[in-house]
Nanobody, 127 residues
Framework: QVQLVESGGGLVQVGGSLRLSCAAS?????????MGWFRQAPGKEREFVAA????????RYADSVAGRFTISRDYAKSTVYLQMSTLKPEDTAVYYC???????????????????WGQGTQVTVSS
């Protein structure tokens, strides 16, 4: 069993910053798999935000957040982070952490590639 627990969400003003964390645990969790962040706004489908490989050396971002968000990873702690800056009202959503079960070389934006999901953390950007 694998558990992903997100933290760090909250209310922030436009232009502000937040840092999300996702701690992975469980006997079967493989620290070498890719991990990612997705988000879902009310009335919209879940969308890809960012992904990172096992050692943080490879990252991928959605166009909407590139240059404003940074994904990183602490291998030893089995934790992935999402540093969000210059936040906009359209960034308001529930943010989900996700992890693959199988090791892939290429990072994926496809939610179907991810096998484990956290419970989500709310991020609200007020104008």
């Amino acid at each position: 069993q694998v558990q992903l627990v997100e933290s760090g969400g909250g209310l922030v003003q436009v232009g502000g910053s937040l840092r999300l964390s996702c701690a992975a645990s469980g006997r079967t969790f493989n620290r070498n798999v890719n991990m990612g962040w997705f988000r879902q706004a009310p009335g919209k489908e879940r969308e890809f935000v960012a992904a990172v490989n096992w050692n943080g050396g490879s990252t991928r971002y959605a166009d909407s957040v590139a240059g404003r968000f940074t994904i990183s990873r602490d291998y030893a702690k089995s934790t992935v982070y999402l540093q969000m800056s210059t936040l906009k009202p359209e960034d308001t959503a529930v943010y989900y952490c996700a992890a693959e079960r199988t090791i892939f070389i290429r990072l994926s934006e496809n939610a179907a590639r991810y096998d484990y999901w956290g419970q989500g953390t709310q991020v609200t950007v007020s104008s």
